[in-house]
């Protein structure tokens, strides 16, 4: 069972997406140009590292492509890692990085956190991790984290 995502009755609030037994809040849908420009972004041809980072249009309730990337609110980030086997083997993972900087408003906080689970599943993604402190994020952290794929 299905509960209609543009009810006049869900206008502005989250929408809930009942698949058999798992549940699933929606707070935010993904921009479908967005949706071609990740899906273009995880077949490219070069074989740099590179990225696409993501926010949500608020006003809109759209995770949609961030072309003036803010460092003080969560981000969401596709990245195309070249990684370098230690048996000399390349590939070229697609990670997604949740970023949510210390001292985000709550309420930023949350609409990030439950639109994730969507925009992993609509680009489908399993490489997923999260990071606090963007400083973090290192070449070395991330080779840490997809050690764990070999």
Same mark, same amino acid.
């Given at each position: 069972? &299905?509960?209609?995502?543009h009810?006049?009755?869900?206008?502005?609030?989250?929408?809930i997406?009942?698949?058999?037994?798992?549940?699933? @809040? $929606? $707070?935010?849908?993904?921009?479908?140009?967005? $949706?071609?420009?990740?899906?273009?972004?995880?077949?490219?041809?070069? %074989?740099?590292?590179?990225?696409?980072?993501?926010?949500?249009?608020?006003?809109? &309730?759209?995770?949609?492509?961030? #072309? #003036?990337?803010? $460092? %003080?609110?969560? %981000?969401?980030?596709?990245?195309?890692?070249? +990684?370098?086997?230690?048996?000399?083997?390349?590939? +070229?993972?697609?990670?997604?990085?949740?970023?949510?900087?210390?001292?985000?408003?709550?309420?930023?906080?949350?609409?990030?956190?439950?639109?994730?689970n969507? @925009?992993?599943?609509?680009?489908? @993604? %399993?490489?997923?991790?999260?990071?606090?402190?963007?400083?973090?994020?290192?070449?070395?952290?991330?080779?840490?984290?997809?050690?764990?794929?070999?």
């Amino acid at each position: 069972m &299905q509960i209609p995502e543009h009810s006049s009755a869900l206008i502005g609030r989250p929408s809930i997406t009942r698949r058999g037994t798992s549940e699933s @809040l $929606v $707070v935010c849908e993904v921009d479908e140009d967005l $949706v071609k420009k990740l899906k273009d972004f995880r077949f490219r041809k070069e %074989t740099n590292n590179a990225a696409i980072i993501m926010k949500i249009d608020k006003d809109k &309730q759209l995770v949609i492509l961030d #072309e #003036e990337h803010e $460092v %003080t609110i969560p %981000t969401w980030n596709v990245y195309s890692y070249k +990684y370098q086997h230690d048996d000399g083997r390349v590939s +070229y993972p697609l990670c997604f990085i949740f970023s949510s900087p210390v001292g985000c408003k709550p309420e930023q906080q949350m609409m990030y956190a439950g639109s994730k689970n969507k @925009l992993v599943q609509t680009v489908q @993604l %399993t490489k997923v991790f999260e990071i606090r402190n963007t400083e973090d994020l290192t070449e070395e952290w991330l080779r840490e984290k997809l050690g764990f794929f070999r």
